[in-house]
């Protein structure tokens, strides 16, 4: 393994406060020479975090960056009172997959496929709730690591909303499968994705049979089934879940790999839509993947002996080591992180919580190019931004459909490749402009679905620099450059009232270039 | 009034445009000269429109010259008295009329039995297909509209040249080159209570970004308020058609209106998408009259209402349609069609060897079916995509454009001159 090495002195005085234990509780966090303490708080949670609420920087510099993340990697999912206060609001969380199926039948049942079938009101209804808590959590949550992880992990496991049987098949998909192993071990995650039926419907692995055999699932449309393989879900879990593009497979390991998966299936709606082993579709024979003979005979066995050994292969590791880099540190990784997050995976059996910890103690995550280098997606931009003016978004789905005007529709991204990390992919101009208008509108509480009160930003006042320098520290965590201050007080020079002052200045630095970086 | 160095640069004189010089001239002026040096065509327009939901091609291109038509439809299918014959062999569905007039012109040509490789009948894989151009590649990342502007990119001083209409950019535009997807362009830019206030603040915006270290950032601000600063010379709440097109209300009717008044304006527009959905008629189809004939005849109306607005203009444009998949030769228990495979699509414009059905047809027989019971696929839908960015874009390789698909003329189904 390639180890960059590093001669900077601040480089070696960083890893030396990191690794002695002591420097876990001093109040100043290490940083990378130039980065203060309230920088080095205000990188984290940009990262680590949907962004500061107001004050959240102050908190975090006093208890220390690597400490607040530690507390992060810790919390559990069940201690996190803002979060559970949140969650009572939301009919879906009272439902279960079975309750979801039972929906899906009725609503086959009642409206007949036919010409632009409307859907029931009510399950369009659930739906956008389904999708307007993904934003009221990203936004509310105390633990917000497991958010941000949460959303990673979908991106990384993508199935896509508005694919057949996905529709009532997501909202497990997202509770039962990505949330409880947001920070747990990537093999378990791995395992429950391959065991859910929102995936195996998405990639078509419900139709996937040993030659012969007949296919079973929901999808099927009329007569003309075809039976064989389907090597979908099998060429997606090589090429994205686990080893990556180059992770040195072939084609013939794709087929083997979708004759050991043959029989993995959904259960039909009417019955609970539930995982299912089909031993009457499944491909006995002998098969060899990536070198390794999986002998014949075997059944559902063999399909967790292959999803074990593509968790631990050195490709994957690389490979999800890798994007973790990409979205924590930065659009093109140093080879540095990525060495640091492969061998805390390779120490503690491929945990999570380890792997992130890795990364934060890695010299590349705080040096100076960086910080503040990367474009927030649509959603981190929507979400940090109601957090900087301290908005609580309803239970609709309003706020869920602006990241979607933005571009980035939530759990509707066709592709299973997940929505893009990188920024060229999320500088489309005409979503610039979407971002300043919702950035106007949410300042000046012109945003519907979002209650926002701006007196936990800063208090209103005639003194124009004042309001400017507290809009800096309050909303751009000290980040705004002269120019944007520059525009932002000639903009004020005329407006009397201290209340629509206070919004405009809000409203022109969350629309800034500083607000769209993180 | 200030003007950013780049935006003077990068659009030359599409940005004086905005502050009040002589419009037309000087845009057209430095538009022809910014096409001069790449290898595309200068002021050739490409309208792409997809009909989401696989749309029954033997209902738009009805084969009435065949028997077995009439034997698998019983109650669906569109009676012979009614169709609008084209060649003795395929008419078109009555509520296309519209479309007649521009088919005696020779500018309409459509396509019979076209579509995708890939046998899947999935609307959402096989729409994946048709947008990525990579039939049975799933994790392609962009769409090959997107792809043909990232190969091609003299084209990049204007904002407007990849645009598509709609609230979202679609699948087939994204990508990394800079495509703009408008949902109305009487709301494009930033929103405020009056004119002054929305003036004020898109400077203010404009210089926030103006000096913006990251340059990608920068540069699509500025492309945006660019766009901005373009529209408002077109002022697109004021326009009114020409030659007295009626669009139909609706989407899909406004959608082509916008484009049109957008080529018209002569703001650099490319590449143009819009959608339409409503096609997935499982249930009571009908046949001459009905929930199909509705949204055909709407359909129709937009085609003909836009070719009859740009008037002569059309002569540098070409409209596509395309579909995911067709239906199922036979009707089924309810009076619709099932998922098929080929479907009918058209191409229409000032370069289209229209007046004339094309593609192999490969018949309704039994034998020649597809599994059995659908129109098989002749022509690979990627191959009417690249003629027609070959020949009416002047397009270069388009190896990058569809990866996988050698891309040879021999194949193509004739349908522009070139």
Redesign the interface.
């Known amino acids: 393994m390639k180890h960059t090495v590093h001669t900077c002195a601040a480089t070696s005085l960083l890893a030396a406060v990191l690794l002695a234990p002591a420097a876990r509780s001093a109040p100043t966090p290490p940083a990378g020479g130039s980065l203060s303490a309230r920088d080095s708080a205000l990188h984290v949670l940009e990262r680590f975090a949907y962004g500061p609420r107001a004050g959240d920087v102050d908190r975090v510099a006093q208890e220390g960056a690597l400490d607040w993340l530690d507390a992060q990697l810790a919390a559990r999912p069940h201690d996190d009172p803002a979060l559970a206060a949140l969650e009572k609001r939301y009919r879906v969380l009272a439902l279960d997959s079975g309750d979801w199926a039972r929906r899906f039948v009725d609503m086959r049942r009642a409206v007949?496929?036919?010409?632009?079938a409307p859907e029931r009101d009510e399950t369009r209804d659930l739906l956008g709730e389904v999708r307007g808590l993904a934003i009221a959590r990203a936004v509310s949550a105390e633990a917000q690591l497991r958010e941000v992880m949460a959303s990673f992990w979908f991106d990384h496991f993508n199935v896509?909303l508005?694919?057949?049987a996905d529709r009532f098949l997501l909202p497990s998909y997202v509770e039962d499968v990505i949330r409880p192993h947001a920070l747990g071990r990537f093999e378990d995650l791995l395992l429950a994705t391959a065991r859910s039926p929102a995936m195996l419907f998405y990639?078509?692995n419900v139709q996937s049979v040993a030659p012969g055999g007949r296919p079973a699932g929901p999808?099927a449309?009329?007569?003309?089934r075809?039976t064989g393989i389907n090597e979908?879900y099998a060429?997606?879990l090589l090429?994205?879940h686990t080893l990556g593009?180059d992770g040195g497979y072939t084609q013939h390991d794709v087929i083997d790999v979708a004759r050991i998966l043959t029989g993995w299936s959904m259960e039909p709606p009417a019955l609970g839509g539930g995982f299912v082993f089909r031993p009457r579709v499944h491909d006995y024979g002998e098969k060899v993947v990536l070198g390794t003979r999986f002998p014949s005979g075997h059944g559902e066995d063999e399909g967790f002996r292959l999803l074990r050994m593509l968790a631990r292969n050195p490709a994957t590791v690389r490979h999800v080591c890798r994007k973790l880099c990409v979205r924590f540190v930065s659009d093109d990784p140093p080879d540095g992180c990525v060495d640091a997050a492969v061998a805390a995976w390779q120490k503690s059996d491929g945990d999570v919580r380890e792997v992130l910890r890795a990364i934060a103690r890695s010299p590349e995550f705080w040096s100076g190019a960086v910080v503040r280098?990367k474009?927030k997606t649509p959603l981190e931009f929507v979400v940090s931004a109601l957090r900087a003016v301290g908005a609580e978004p309803d239970s609709a789905v309003r706020m869920a459909d602006v990241v979607?005007?933005l571009?980035e529709?939530l759990y509707r991204q066709?592709?299973?490749?997940g929505y893009?990390e990188r920024?060229?992919?999320w500088?489309?101009?005409?979503?610039?402009?979407g971002r300043?208008?919702f950035a106007?509108?949410l300042a000046s509480g012109r945003m519907p679905g979002a209650e926002v009160d701006l007196d936990q930003v800063v208090a209103p006042t005639s003194d124009h620099e004042a309001l400017v320098d507290a809009v800096n520290e309050r909303v751009l965590g000290g980040a705004m450059?002269a120019?944007?201050r520059r525009?932002i007080e000639?903009?004020l020079d005329d407006v009397a009232d201290p209340a629509r002052a206070r919004a405009l200045a809000i409203g022109?630095a969350l629309?800034?270039?500083e607000f769209?970086?993180q | 009034m200030r003007i950013s160095r780049r935006a003077f640069l990068k659009a030359g004189g599409l940005a004086m445009v905005s502050f009040g010089l002589d419009p037309l001239f000087l845009a057209r002026a430095a538009y022809a000269q910014g096409k001069a040096a790449g290898p595309a065509r200068a002021g050739r327009v490409l309208v792409c429109l997809f009909q989401r939901g696989a749309v029954d091609g033997l209902s738009m291109i009805v084969p009435h010259g065949d028997p077995l038509y009439y034997k698998e439809r019983p109650t669906i299918a569109i009676p012979q008295e009614s169709v609008i014959d084209l060649d003795g062999h395929f008419g078109l569905h009555p509520a296309l009329a519209p479309l007649k007039p521009l088919w005696d012109a020779g500018v309409l040509a459509p396509i019979q039995a076209i579509g995708s490789p890939d046998p899947t009948r999935s609307h959402f894989d096989a729409q994946d297909y048709m947008e990525s151009g990579t039939p049975g590649v799933k994790s392609t990342a962009d769409g090959w509209l997107n792809r043909y502007c990232q190969h091609q990119r003299e084209h990049d001083e204007t904002p407007f040249r990849a645009v598509s209409f709609g609230p979202e950019l679609p699948r087939i535009l994204s990508g990394s080159a800079p495509s703009l997807a408008i949902g109305d362009l009487r709301a494009f830019g930033l929103r405020a209570p009056n004119d002054a206030v929305r003036d004020r603040l898109t400077r203010a915006f404009e210089e926030l970004y103006e000096v913006a270290p990251t340059g990608l950032l920068a540069s699509s601000a500025q492309e945006g308020f660019e766009a901005v600063n373009v529209l408002k010379r077109v002022d697109p709440a004021r326009y009114q058609p020409e030659n007295g097109a009626a669009y139909p209300n609706g989407r899909f009717g406004q959608s082509l209106l916008q484009i049109a008044q957008l080529i018209k304006a002569q703001v650099g527009v490319e590449i143009a998408f819009a959608d339409v959905s409503g096609w997935d008629t499982h249930v009571n189809q009908g046949s001459a009259q009905g929930q199909l004939a509705a949204r055909l005849g709407e359909f129709a109306q937009a085609l003909a209402a836009f070719a009859r607005d740009l008037g002569d203009r059309m002569s540098d444009v070409v409209l596509v349609t395309c579909s995911e998949f067709g239906r199922t030769i036979a009707e089924n228990g309810s009076a619709g069609t099932d998922h098929g495979r080929a479907t009918a699509m058209m191409v229409l414009g000032g370069g289209v060897r229209g007046g004339r059905v094309l593609g192999r047809w490969p018949g309704l027989d039994p034998a020649v079916r597809f599994e059995g019971r659908d129109v098989a696929v002749t022509t690979d839908f990627r191959d009417l995509f690249a003629e027609v960015l070959s020949r009416h874009l002047g397009a270069g390789s388009l190896d990058a454009v569809f990866p996988g698909h050698a891309v040879q003329r021999e194949r193509f189904v004739g349908a522009i001159r070139g």
């Open positions: 007949p496929r036919g010409l632009g896509f508005d694919k057949g990639l078509e999808n449309n009329g007569a003309g075809r979908n060429r997606e090429e994205l593009v280098a474009l979607d005007r571009g529709p066709p592709s299973p490749a893009p920024q060229e992919e500088t489309n101009s005409g979503a610039l402009l300043m208008n106007v509108a450059t120019n944007t525009v000639e903009q022109l629309g800034s270039p769209q970086r």
